[in-house]
């Protein structure tokens, strides 16, 4: 029996990262079928399913779904739609993979975790760092300190170039995830600061965060919207350890392939190209997008609930809450 996809928004997103990691699943598994792709745009829908080989096209996303009746269904829509479109979806009893953030705010979230909650539904946040393969491996070479409670310190420099958005807050939420993700631990002091960038834009600023963790680790967060290079790094700091996570972000990063390296005693003790560990060059793969698509398959047929939920990303949308607000600091 086939296990069938059905998708809801094919904008830039979809048809750069998710659609190429459907193909490569049904290419692992032959019973996955491409069932239908819906957006209110018919050529785009109906290009999407062309350039990927789903079966049917829609633009009505309730229509789609109660003719096909399919066993998953990503989102992949604007941040602003997000909540309305995925409280829909669970009421109407599918599981659901949803692109990140889970709603514009925190209230938004709360809406979708209640209703979550409410259908008993398999869902899963599709923040992609936690599918990139150098930060899989940099947690787990940081996993022993941190059990340890030897992880002192941990960095995350996020930039770009001509970013002017009225909100950056829905890209910032990346680099906040990705902390929560290598730390296994929520955000629970921190202290904000901006850098207003009025030549650019009304409210184009740069972002700073002073973080205490839950564990004990102190965090610091940048993110330089105006810069001359697009780049996300990470760096960490335990006893005599440090290791550094060279991202290999979007078709024009910086740091393409990527970099990870552990040095220990002021020597370095490993090396590793991003091509030492992706099995792949292609954007999908280097940036996360199918391992993340592909732990969502494997759960919803398995029937176990996934990680990465609505109620697991509150902690990451209330730091996106204060920055979009302009708050300069928060307390768990």
């Not at 958005?165 to 929560?180: C, E």
């Not at 960038?197 to 004990?216: A, F, H, R």
Request: aromatic share 10%; proline share 3%.
């Amino acid at each position: 029996m086939a296990f069938k996809l059905c998708v809801i928004g094919c904008g830039d997103i979809a048809g750069r990262c998710h659609g190429p990691s459907y193909k490569k699943y049904q290419m692992e598994n032959p019973d996955f079928e491409l069932t239908a792709c819906c957006d209110i745009d018919s050529q785009r829908a109906a290009a999407f399913e062309k350039k990927f080989g789903f079966l049917r096209h829609y633009t009505d996303f309730k229509e789609m779904l109660q003719k096909e009746n399919p066993d998953a269904v990503c989102l992949l829509i604007s941040e602003g739609h997000i909540a309305e479109v995925g409280v829909e979806i669970m009421n109407m009893g599918f599981p659901l993979f949803s692109e990140k953030p889970p709603g514009k705010n925190s209230a938004e979230t709360q809406t979708l975790i209640d209703t979550a909650e409410k259908t008993g539904v398999i869902h899963q946040v599709g923040y992609n760092r936690r599918g990139i393969p150098i930060l899989q491996k940099l947690k787990e070479m940081i996993a022993e300190p941190i059990a340890k409670k030897e992880l002192q310190y941990i960095r995350y420099d996020l930039y770009r170039i001509g970013r002017f958005d009225n909100d950056f807050s829905d890209t910032a939420v990346h680099g906040i995830d990705a902390v929560r993700y290598l730390t296994g631990a929520d955000y629970e002091k921190v202290r904000f600061s901006y850098q207003a960038l009025p030549e650019y834009g009304k409210n184009v600023k740069n972002i700073y965060m002073d973080c205490l963790m839950t564990s004990g680790v102190h965090a610091q967060l940048c993110f330089c919207t105006v810069s001359g290079v697009v780049l996300e790094r990470v760096t960490a700091h335990a006893k005599d350890n440090t290791w550094m996570a060279n991202i290999p972000i979007w078709e024009n990063g910086y740091d393409l392939p990527g970099e990870l390296t552990h040095i220990r005693d002021n020597h370095t003790h490993i090396r590793m190209s991003g091509f030492d560990l992706c099995e792949s060059d292609e954007l999908y793969m280097t940036n996360g997008f199918y391992n993340e698509n592909r732990m969502f398959f494997e759960n919803v047929r398995k029937g176990i609930a996934c990680r990465d939920t609505f109620k697991e990303s509150m902690n990451t949308v209330l730091i996106k809450d204060c920055i979009l607000l302009g708050r300069d600091g928060f307390n768990l």
